[in-house]
């Protein structure tokens, strides 16, 4: 008997058990045990041996094999043949597959004009299709999906059960005849004729909604700068960057500098959103991504998204479409024809959608590369609900709820940790309520039943008001303390380290806003050795998009309510006379503010010092704005001579790097007119050299040797790589992220983790 554990169910392992049986004359069955795949065999002892060796070395292309158990059953009948019987449920580790993007030879006879599956919007096999967006409970069987809906006529069963196709026993399995249908919402036009009319939208200017895999896309021609302004109005998105899908790789070669490794990802069966740096002089609208050197591109992952480029019906089509989350600002992606015609039918002229039904929204994956390895911006579709696995052994069930922006939450049982699809910002009821469903149908799935919940300490997030609604007892995490074990727990490490967690907003231990933190951590604690010096943040949430006003604040603790002071913002056009009033008001009287050290706040201050952006229309604007004119800057001229030394400051027993100091030169940089982008360059260099400094005291005074970068500022990669190889060449080993985000997107895994930990020392 072989007990096979991991990817194993979803991804053809059955049917590749059942012929790699039949070449090597092995007799048995094969049958899912929802935890695991068992395989009964019996034949030569050569042959069993040949048979094991392939299962372990040669499995199908999606599977990952964590483990195999193999022993001697006793009391076995005689089996005179191979088959994959019916699926028994056991208790065990759960493995669910992502969905998985259209394979080659799908792709070749979705194209075949003599193939039955000619231009068949839902064509999928062993190897790709719907996998956890379509998934009811384990075992993965047809039974248990939406496909469940539609039975299979008598061509897609003699697939389904005969083991010289490539649909033996895919569960997604269907065809024109049996399959689901594609149809415009409120219209007449179904199957070739909807799929035209998309098309003839499109060609024209139009923006169309589409039914993929995990929700609905908005997408219109991404080469008509009309189009894509028009869409940006709709949608109420003035500046952020729009994801593109381009028909090819060869389009995206002209389009992009692409590396041997980013191809390898962007081509890959999980076919994330990836960014690229762009080429001058392609055809991609400068409104795509304004200011911005990179674009996010993926290429066609659900055959009709390929339909759409690509059709029989002789109309020209163009090579590069927007594809851009259906969904309003701050909501989750819409997942059915309701939450289409509520949301966002007044942002489109067409509904492209189909009957089969999506069980769980999953939106697309965003990667960026460093240094040769995926840097995780957003993981979802392809990633998710694949696990971390510690190894560290563990005993008990927990869940970490996440964060209140870019929301993911984790279910972990033992030593695996099943972080979430992403959820989307928590700021919206929507996406409250969207959370509140993900978190139930992943419990089922996994055969998750919590003891505790992990939650941010904010004592007003919407995700510690879930929390305590869920009826467990309730574990507070402190943000940035998340952010650190999440790195520990990604990079399998479990000695102390010394934290550095650098992003927008924490609630601090202290009741203060933290950002910009030095901590020492460990699995059962952290201690804050050091901070980003602190400031006066004014003017409650509207200052996390204006940061002229964390400048002015900032400016002002420096020289009061001066004259120098008032010139200087003069100077610097950071606001009229009547918001500087205002400003120097609340500043005297205390008014709507709070001490914080968050770094978001500092980068977003320097932004606007530095008139580079002033107010954000998005979450890391001004800061993404203040990195891409450093590079700009470095990239034409040498490494620029830092004219001041910044000393460490000690006050009430935690060290304060002097960014305050920072920032005044900034300041008197730009007004004795330094040219902006060296400014730019200097400010993260020196903040570099502080954190750098930093370390090196906590290594001082503790011995730790071993750091870890995490939090949403380290989704800049200039300061990522001046703080990696810095720390390096002070011979200390740096943790960073990979497969899991560094921003709130990732702290879920953390808080599960700490809530694990927590329930071992009970």
Known sequence: MIRVFGIVQGVGFRPFVSRTAAANHIRGCVCNKGSYVEIMAQGEKKALQSFYDELQHNPPPRAAILKIDREKAEGVKTYSSFDIIESTKEKGDIFVSPDIGICDACKKELFDKKNRRYLHPFINCTACGPRLTILDAMPYDRERTSMGEFPMCADCTYEYTHPETRRYDAQPVCCKKCGPEVYLMDRHERGSSAITEARRVISNGGIIAIKGIGGFHLSCDATNEAAVCRLRRLKKRPIKPFAVMIKNLDVVRTECDIHADQEAVLTGHQKPIVLLDKKTGGKICQQIAPGNPKIGVMLPYAPLQLLLFTYDDEMSMPDILVMTSANESGAPICRTDIDVRREVVHMCDLVISHNRKIRLSVDDSVMDFYDGKPYMIRRSRGYAPLPFILSRQYKGQVLGIGGELKNTFCLGKNNLFYPSPYVGDMTDVRTMKALRESIVRMETLLEVKPSIVACDMHPRYN?????????????????????????????????????????????????????????????????????????????????????????????YSMFGNSEIFEKSIRQLALCDENNLMAQCFMADNHINSIRSTSAGRLFDAVSAILGICRSSTFEGEASMTLQFAAERWKRKHKEPELLHRYDLKLQNGIFYLPTNELVRHMAEGILARWPTGCLAYIFHRILADMIIKACKKVRADTGIATVALSGGVFQNRLLLRMCDKGLQDYEFRVLKHSLLPPNDGGISLGQAVAAMQYIQNR
């Not at 509207?542 to 604040?553: D, L």
């Open 463 to 555: 995700t510690t008001i879930i929390a305590g609604e869920l009826g467990l007892p309730v574990f507070s995490v402190q943000h940035h303390y998340a952010h650190i074990l999440s790195c520990m727990a990604e990079n399998k490490y479990s000695e102390p380290v010394i934290g550095v967690a650098f992003d927008g907003t924490g609630f601090g231990t202290d009741g203060t806003i933290w950002g910009g933190e030095i901590l020492t951590a460990d699995y059962t604690g952290f201690t804050r050795r050091g901070a980003i010096e602190p400031f006066m943040q004014r003017g409650g949430d509207i200052a996390v998009k204006e940061g002229w006003r964390i400048a002015i604040s900032m400016l």
